[in-house]
């Protein structure tokens, strides 16, 4: 087992995925995403890969054999964009689980349903599979070596938005044991899409002290999602006593995700300026 271990890290460089969590194993509750067609992974002009038709959601999971005598590690659940059309799981996604799993978090990549865009409420799935997802890492933490009181919810675009309802409402699955155990610890929202209506928060998040303390980055120039919204958000968030921090970048436009930044673009130092924020506050 030592052996094949170490193929697979010099395979795949020191991280590896470590098997996947079934966040539903006795069926998907309502809205489900029909299993036909089926999953498939397709390769962009951009030479990026990117994931549709996403009927059975789970998390893959980044981890190597933590040390026996170390203490327990931080998680990070990261939440790919796609404007609820399909998944975004390379640069937004399995390429940041690997950065942060190489400095000492345990990752989970949330493979939520996807299409969901022509569904009445097109977050309401995989915001329930993000609460889910949290529950189910929470649940698991002494399986992972994880510290329970240190789970991050990670989401980039459309995978922003569903991170933030997700944790600015009660546990919505079915059978959930309390709301607690399914927020995050923390918040990290990436270009966060369409966080904002009418110059208004979204009526379905409620920004109160239930919150967790929440980091935003953005740049001036998405013309996807706004800098306005973001900027409510965080306003909102202070107005409820929420511990919040908002990067706004001159450039760097929408869905940049780990893409190296061909004009040297600050903006690519995201990831460093989050691990500082996380590290401020204990993970």
């Known amino acids: ?3 094949l271990l170490a193929v697979v890290v010099c395979l795949f460089g020191s991280l ?3 098997g996947e969590i079934v966040l539903w194993p006795a069926g998907v509750p309502e809205p489900r995403v029909p299993a036909d067609p089926p ?3 397709e390769m962009g ?7 549709s038709n996403v009927s059975n959601p789970r998390l893959v999971v980044f981890d190597i054999p933590p040390d026996a005598a170390a203490k327990p590690r931080p998680a990070v659940i990261v939440v790919p964009g796609g404007g609820f059309g399909i998944l975004a799981d390379e640069h937004e996604g399995g390429d940041v689980c690997r950065w942060f799993n190489d400095r000492g978090f345990v990752a989970f990549l949330l493979l939520h349903r996807v299409p969901t865009g022509t569904f009445e409420v097109p977050n309401a799935g995989p915001a329930m599979d993000a609460q889910k997802a949290v529950h189910e890492v929470r649940s698991r933490a002494a399986d992972y070596a994880i510290d329970p009181a240190k789970i991050v919810l990670l989401g980039f675009s459309a995978g922003g938005q569903t991170a933030l309802v997700a944790a600015a409402n009660p546990a919505r699955f ?3 044991a309390s709301a607690d155990a399914s927020r995050p610890n923390a918040l990290v929202l990436l270009y966060p899409w369409k966080v904002a209506d009418g110059g208004a928060v979204r009526s379905d998040v409620t920004l109160d002290a239930r919150m967790p303390p929440t980091f935003i980055l953005q740049t001036a120039d ?17 107005a ?4 919040a921090e908002i990067h706004i970048y001159e450039t760097g436009g929408h869905g940049f995700g780990m893409k190296p930044q061909a004009d040297g673009g600050v903006v690519g130092d995201w990831p460093a300026r989050t691990l500082e924020w996380l590290k401020k506050r204990g993970f």
């Not at 002009?45 to 994931?51: A, E, M």
């Not at 800098?227 to 909102?236: E, F, H, K, V």
């Open 45 to 51: 002009k951009d030479g990026i890969s990117r994931r």
């Open 39 to 41: 999953e498939k992974v």
């Open 174 to 176: 079915p059978d959930a």
């Open 222 to 238: 998405d013309t996807a999602s706004s800098p306005d919204g973001a900027a409510l958000l965080y306003r909102g968030l202070l």
């Open 16 to 18: 590896t995925t470590a």
């Open 1 to 3: 087992m030592r052996f």
């Open 240 to 243: 409820a006593k929420v511990p």
